[in-house]
């Protein structure tokens, strides 16, 4: 009964992707060109391959570079886009810095993606249903989001999917891979307390060298000056935050304090719940690791809890919502349940209930997410759906 409705929310969502190639804002909201957000990664790798940290430490300086080189690109210039991301992320830019804006772009989109599409292969529950896993993620409306601003939400889940299934049979590479989300701060946010959940010290150990290894990296080809403007910038963000980044960024996004604020919750109490979600979620995330569930429906609640705890994210990001949500129905597709699909298409949609500045609807979308985890927990009491292989909790003498 849903599943016209999820395809038509699909073809609106490949329809915005390609109005944005073609004619930006002619379907959907207009976003002013593609790969708006790829400027500013592809902006800023080769700003500091040309050693200049000046430009993109200044936010203002930055975007006013970027509507100068992508002024063709563009139906109107950017208003504001600093550069906010640790240097290690600049790492891993660089194998596509060299093919130029356009050859960079796809580059980056298709390797990801391959990559995620991998990781679904990898240690799969229900094999033999992987490949319509891996089609109804990537066609689903945030995956054409992802692709429209030239975002790096297929890396975030490939490596959450990839991590978490790797934990039991090589914690370490598990653990070293997991530990490449510190890329993205807002998302890995939870992984230590998965771990920790898991009782996987070892993993907990690679996941912190790699992350270090990546920080290393990155003040070795870029050097350190980066991360010492980083640093500060990003503890100032969280007591003082930059009223340009919450009126052009964070306000823009469907994180529990945007959809709070937007609601008309005073700031400092929409703060105070934007705090409590991510106590909830590291809650939820440690309590799912420790228990019973599957290896899947443990990754389903880090997908989802990630998302929750996030200070901030965009309708592309909701592809970490996505892969939950086909996850989570594939795993029940011989007896399926109204309720669950019902809540899967209001999931399937967020992306385009974004961004909430906009859409009401898309304030009320933190709960989606809040009914998801409630609905893996609740399988807790049905052994037919918290069962299936799950991740060895590591024996004292390691994992």
């Given amino acids: 009964m849903l599943l016209p409705a999820m395809a038509i929310a699909t073809l609106f969502g490949w329809g915005i992707l390609i109005s944005t190639l073609v004619h930006p804002g002619w379907i959907g909201l207009n976003h002013i060109g593609p790969g708006t957000d790829w400027m500013v990664f592809y902006g800023a790798v080769r700003s500091m391959l040309a050693g200049n940290l000046a430009l993109v430490i200044d936010g203002d300086a930055f975007t006013a570079y970027l509507n100068r080189s992508f002024a063709s690109w563009l139906t109107v210039p950017l208003e504001f886009r600093p550069w906010f991301y640790p240097p290690s992320f600049l790492v891993l830019l660089l194998p596509v810095a060299p093919l130029g804006f356009v050859g960079s772009y796809v580059a980056f989109q298709?390797?990801?993606?391959?990559?995620?599409?991998?990781?679904?292969?990898?240690?799969?529950?229900?094999?033999?249903?992987?490949?319509?896993?891996?089609?109804?993620v990537l066609v689903s409306p945030a995956a054409a989001l992802n692709l429209a601003?030239?975002?790096?939400?297929?890396?975030?889940?490939?490596?959450?999917?990839?991590?978490?299934?790797?934990l039991g049979p090589r914690p370490l590479l598990g653990g070293a891979i997991l530990g490449l989300?510190?890329?993205?701060?807002?998302?890995?946010?939870?992984?230590?307390?998965?771990?920790l959940g898991?009782?996987?010290?070892?993993?907990?150990?690679?996941?912190?060298?790699?992350?270090?290894?990546?920080?290393?990296?990155?003040?070795?080809?870029?050097g350190v000056e980066l991360?010492?403007?980083?640093?500060?910038?990003?503890?100032?963000?969280?007591?003082?935050?930059?009223?340009?980044?919450?009126?052009?960024?964070?306000?823009?996004?469907?994180?529990?304090?945007?959809?709070a604020v937007l609601l008309g919750v005073p700031e400092r109490l929409a703060s105070m719940l934007q705090?409590?979600?991510?106590?909830?979620?590291?809650?939820?995330?440690?309590?799912?690791?420790?228990?019973?569930?599957?290896?899947?429906?443990?990754?389903?609640?880090?997908?989802?809890?990630?998302?929750?705890?996030?200070?901030?994210?965009?309708?592309?990001?909701?592809?970490l919502l996505a892969v939950a949500v086909v996850l989570w129905l594939a795993a029940s597709i011989d007896a399926p349940r109204f309720r669950d699909w019902l809540i899967g298409l209001g999931i399937w949609m967020v992306p385009l209930l974004s961004p909430a500045?906009?859409?009401?609807?898309?304030?009320?979308?933190?709960?989606?997410?809040?009914?998801?985890?409630?609905?893996?927990?609740?399988?807790?009491?049905?052994?037919?759906?918290?069962?299936?292989?799950?991740?060895?909790?590591?024996?004292?003498r390691g994992a």
Avoid: E
């Fill in 198 to 222: 898991l009782r996987q010290y070892r993993s907990l150990c690679a996941a912190a060298c790699s992350a270090f290894a990546l920080a290393v990296a990155s003040a070795m080809v870029f």
């Fill in 275 to 319: 705090l409590a979600a991510i106590l909830s979620s590291a809650a939820a995330t440690l309590v799912a690791f420790r228990s019973s569930l599957s290896t899947d429906n443990k990754l389903i609640v880090l997908l989802a809890a990630t998302v929750l705890a996030a200070p901030h994210s965009g309708p592309y990001d909701a592809t």
């Fill in 227 to 259: 991360w010492l403007w980083w640093i500060p910038q990003a503890l100032n963000n969280l007591v003082s935050p930059d009223a340009k980044w919450l009126g052009y960024g964070r306000i823009w996004g469907h994180s529990v304090w945007a959809c």
């Fill in 181 to 195: 989300l510190s890329f993205k701060p807002q998302f890995f946010l939870l992984v230590p307390l998965a771990l």
């Fill in 110 to 136: 298709a390797a990801t993606a391959g990559f995620l599409a991998w990781a679904f292969r990898n240690r799969a529950d229900q094999p033999q249903l992987t490949p319509y896993i891996i089609a109804a």
């Fill in 357 to 396: 500045v906009y859409v009401p609807a898309g304030r009320l979308s933190p709960l989606l997410t809040v009914a998801l985890i409630g609905l893996v927990f609740g399988a807790l009491r049905s052994p037919a759906r918290s069962g299936g292989p799950a991740i060895p909790a590591s024996s004292t």
């Fill in 149 to 166: 601003d030239g975002q790096c939400a297929f890396l975030v889940a490939a490596l959450l999917v990839a991590g978490v299934r790797l």
